[in-house]
């Protein structure tokens, strides 16, 4: 089935940088959301996104719908211990549609 | 404020055994989705129900059933366990009759093996 290509798959950061992580698709779309998944724990939203160009902050993240609909991209700026999990990037490509499609994950440790 | 509730957390399973896993929201929310995670995929639906009473299939449902019993109540059914079957099964719901695509709201997942 479609997946999203995410990336980086994993990084190590030192505590205090910022990070970026990208997702991308040979499909347009017109919504991006962004996941954080903990261990043990189920994908909490993050972001959502609806309008190409659009730059949503939450806190420490900021994202972006990419001008051509098939990107998206999220920042987290000053990263702390409690930032490590996995992010995942999930798109949806026609309204009314189910079935939203999952990019495989950034895994993030962050070293203090 | 429970939103998604899963349960089991954690399953054992023989090969050829049968099992149900259950799924409750109490968010209101129209539409509910079964989803498999294993390593290196990503997530990936197995089933989902737009509203109470209709069931479709996504991406891998063989080897599972569904039923949709309530609005709040969306049941995962194993009739024949397999190891390729091992895997954390996410159980999400969505509000829907908006005019923007509402995100997926997640449970904390039961993690199945068999054996």
């Known amino acids: 089935g479609q997946q999203l290509n995410q990336s980086p798959q994993s990084m190590f950061i030192q505590e205090g940088e910022d990070v970026s992580m990208n997702c991308t698709s040979s499909?347009?779309?017109?919504?991006w959301l962004w996941y954080k998944q903990d261990p043990g724990e189920g994908p909490v939203l993050l972001i959502a996104?609806?309008?190409?160009?659009e730059l949503t902050s939450n806190g420490r993240l900021t994202a972006q719908f990419g001008i051509t609909r098939k990107d998206s991209f999220l920042n987290i700026s000053a990263s702390i211990p409690s930032d490590v999990g996995i992010y995942f990037c999930?798109?949806?490509?026609?309204?009314?549609?189910?079935?939203?499609?999952f990019g495989t994950g950034t895994r993030l440790k962050v070293l203090a | 404020n429970a939103g998604v509730t899963q349960t089991p957390k954690f399953q054992v399973l023989k090969t050829g055994q049968s099992m149900t896993l259950q799924c409750a929201q109490d968010?209101?929310?129209?539409?509910m989705y079964w989803y498999r995670q294993d390593p290196g995929m990503g997530l990936r639906l197995i089933y989902y129900s737009a509203s109470e009473g209709t069931t479709d299939k996504g991406e891998v449902p063989n080897g599972y059933n569904v039923s949709r019993l309530n609005k709040r109540e969306f049941s995962l059914r194993l009739e024949s366990a397999a190891p390729s079957q091992t895997s954390v099964y996410f159980c999400?719901?969505?509000?829907?009759?908006?005019?923007?695509?509402?995100?997926?709201?997640f449970g904390n997942g039961t993690r199945l093996t068999v054996t």
């Open positions: 499909s347009i779309f017109n919504t």
């Open positions: 999400a719901s969505r509000r829907d009759g908006s005019s923007y695509n509402s995100p997926l709201h």
């Open positions: 999930a798109g949806l490509n026609s309204p009314g549609t189910y079935k939203y499609i």
């Open positions: 968010m209101n929310h129209n539409s």
């Open positions: 996104l609806y309008k190409a160009g």
